[in-house]
């Protein structure tokens, strides 16, 4: 799934690259999160441009 977050207590730029967020905390306090609604093949797109980039896991 790929969502969206309305930022409504921050503006994000303290995050680094690969940082792992806890949404419904972050709904919890009042951020907007949407699922945003993809296709296969767009979903395949997002994956593939970041592949290079996510951490390799052991």
Do not use: F, R, W
């Amino acid at each position: 799934m790929l969502y969206a977050v309305k930022g409504k207590l921050g503006k994000g730029e303290d995050l680094v690259p690969d940082t792992m967020l806890h949404l419904k905390s972050m709904q919890d306090a009042g951020e907007e999160i949407y699922n945003v609604p993809v296709s296969d093949e767009e979903m395949k797109n997002v994956v593939e441009s970041v592949y290079g980039e996510l951490p390799e896991v052991e």
